[in-house]
């Protein structure tokens, strides 16, 4: 059994023991006291070491119960779907099927078509109730139902990715820049205009419109694309934050792997018709070059190697792998990328993935959407 298989086998089994709930590192800071201790810099300070050092404790204590995430549940069946078509067992197909399922009974409340939000409350430059839907959570389970009809030819999964699409077009807020550039919301209650949100939208829509022809999918899609090409840096790098919002120039891993990936299924949806290969070469090359430690330790950010996020650690594999067919040369550091995880952040005993590796301690907390479910999709790349 090589590495791959084992950490895998490791990982799934780790899983099945656990059931598909756990922590997640946003579900205690979206509570209204941690929110108010936000609000002064020395209970600031406190309660964010505290969660830090002691992130189990914190949530008992303030009785965070462990939930199901539908982000989660989309990787996962991403992940077991890519293992089942590559591996044919009835197994990973099983688990696939019973994540999609769940999806299906679960979806958000209140809006006509399918579409998922986080199971807490959560504080970005607004406050956002649990259960809102995002174009986050919503796009990644689009595309895990757009994988089980591409594998398994059934067409509800195909029915599901298209009021997905609905979602994106009609509940979204979407400002019109001119004729040839939109950018679409992070969630129905925002303007807030993010780069690696505005693409995983466009992904949904161009990825859907290669299996139903529908052209304003298109449409829609290659004028978000516009926006955020427009607002690619010089050295090929993007903003977490676009205008009119305030950009804070802050550049980080899995947010820019966010955008390659987006890019990369709009030159696979589009073909031909991609006229973006040049901003993703460049993006690509500061991706490898800017963000990762002698192309194998990701970086958090290209100014600071610490913490070492295992969500980067995942992205890195899935977008080097997702691009090999674009530019090969870099599916080499996909592979560092895993081996270097599998040995530095896979506990050796129980088989799930820590959260960060900070420059003095590591923090061991297995969250279930933010390391379990992206590592079982990146590793199944590499079976």
């Given at each position: 059994m090589s590495m791959i298989e084992l950490s895998i086998h490791m990982l799934d089994t780790w899983i099945e023991r656990n059931g598909w709930a756990g922590y997640d590192p946003y579900d205690i800071r979206?509570?209204?006291?941690?929110?108010?201790l936000q609000k002064n810099k020395y209970t600031s300070?406190?309660?964010?070491?505290l969660l830090d050092r002691f992130p189990i404790l914190s949530r008992k204590i303030l009785r965070i119960r462990r939930e199901v995430n539908a982000k989660a549940m989309a990787l996962f069946a991403r992940g077991y779907l890519n293992l089942y078509?590559?591996?044919?067992?009835?197994?990973?197909?099983?688990k696939a099927l019973y994540c999609l399922n769940w999806l299906i009974?679960?979806?958000?409340?209140?809006?006509?078509?399918?579409?998922?939000?986080?199971?807490?409350?959560?504080?970005?430059r607004i406050f956002i109730p649990r259960g809102t839907p995002s174009s986050v959570a919503t796009s990644f389970a689009a595309h895990a139902f757009l994988d089980a009809y591409e594998i398994l030819r059934v067409k509800k999964y195909l029915e599901v990715a298209?009021?997905?699409?609905?979602f994106i077009l009609s509940d979204l807020n979407i400002d019109v820049i001119d004729e040839n550039r939109i950018c679409?919301?992070?969630t129905p209650l925002d303007n807030f205009h993010i780069h690696n949100a505005n693409l995983l939208s466009a992904s949904v829509l161009l990825r859907t419109y290669r299996c139903t022809k529908n052209k304003k999918y298109k449409e829609m899609g290659i004028k978000a694309i516009n926006f955020t090409v427009s607002h690619q840096n010089e050295d090929g790098s993007w903003y977490y934050w676009a205008p009119p919002n305030k950009v804070t120039h802050h550049i980080d891993n899995y947010h820019t792997g966010f955008i390659l990936e987006s890019l990369n299924i709009a030159r696979r949806s589009l073909g031909k018709e991609f006229q973006y290969e040049e901003n993703l070469r460049k993006g690509l090359k500061f991706y490898a070059e800017k963000l990762f430690v002698s192309y194998t330790i990701p970086k958090f950010t290209n100014k600071s190697i610490y913490p070492i996020d295992i969500h980067?650690?995942?992205?890195?594999?899935?977008?080097?792998?997702?691009?090999?067919?674009?530019e090969p040369r870099y599916l080499y550091v996909a592979k560092n990328v895993a081996r270097w995880t599998i040995e530095n952040m896979q506990d050796k005993r129980e088989g799930y993935f820590y959260y960060r590796i900070y420059r003095h301690y590591v923090d061991k907390t297995p969250y279930i959407r933010w390391g379990q479910a992206w590592m079982l999709r990146a590793l199944s790349y590499l079976i």
């Amino acid at each position: 059994m090589s590495m791959i298989e084992l950490s895998i086998h490791m990982l799934d089994t780790w899983i099945e023991r656990n059931g598909w709930a756990g922590y997640d590192p946003y579900d205690i800071r979206g509570t209204r006291l941690f929110i108010t201790l936000q609000k002064n810099k020395y209970t600031s300070f406190v309660s964010n070491m505290l969660l830090d050092r002691f992130p189990i404790l914190s949530r008992k204590i303030l009785r965070i119960r462990r939930e199901v995430n539908a982000k989660a549940m989309a990787l996962f069946a991403r992940g077991y779907l890519n293992l089942y078509r590559k591996t044919g067992m009835k197994k990973y197909l099983s688990k696939a099927l019973y994540c999609l399922n769940w999806l299906i009974k679960n979806p958000s409340r209140g809006y006509p078509g399918f579409c998922w939000g986080y199971p807490f409350d959560w504080q970005s430059r607004i406050f956002i109730p649990r259960g809102t839907p995002s174009s986050v959570a919503t796009s990644f389970a689009a595309h895990a139902f757009l994988d089980a009809y591409e594998i398994l030819r059934v067409k509800k999964y195909l029915e599901v990715a298209k009021s997905c699409c609905s979602f994106i077009l009609s509940d979204l807020n979407i400002d019109v820049i001119d004729e040839n550039r939109i950018c679409f919301s992070y969630t129905p209650l925002d303007n807030f205009h993010i780069h690696n949100a505005n693409l995983l939208s466009a992904s949904v829509l161009l990825r859907t419109y290669r299996c139903t022809k529908n052209k304003k999918y298109k449409e829609m899609g290659i004028k978000a694309i516009n926006f955020t090409v427009s607002h690619q840096n010089e050295d090929g790098s993007w903003y977490y934050w676009a205008p009119p919002n305030k950009v804070t120039h802050h550049i980080d891993n899995y947010h820019t792997g966010f955008i390659l990936e987006s890019l990369n299924i709009a030159r696979r949806s589009l073909g031909k018709e991609f006229q973006y290969e040049e901003n993703l070469r460049k993006g690509l090359k500061f991706y490898a070059e800017k963000l990762f430690v002698s192309y194998t330790i990701p970086k958090f950010t290209n100014k600071s190697i610490y913490p070492i996020d295992i969500h980067s650690c995942a992205q890195a594999i899935i977008t080097f792998c997702e691009l090999a067919d674009f530019e090969p040369r870099y599916l080499y550091v996909a592979k560092n990328v895993a081996r270097w995880t599998i040995e530095n952040m896979q506990d050796k005993r129980e088989g799930y993935f820590y959260y960060r590796i900070y420059r003095h301690y590591v923090d061991k907390t297995p969250y279930i959407r933010w390391g379990q479910a992206w590592m079982l999709r990146a590793l199944s790349y590499l079976i």
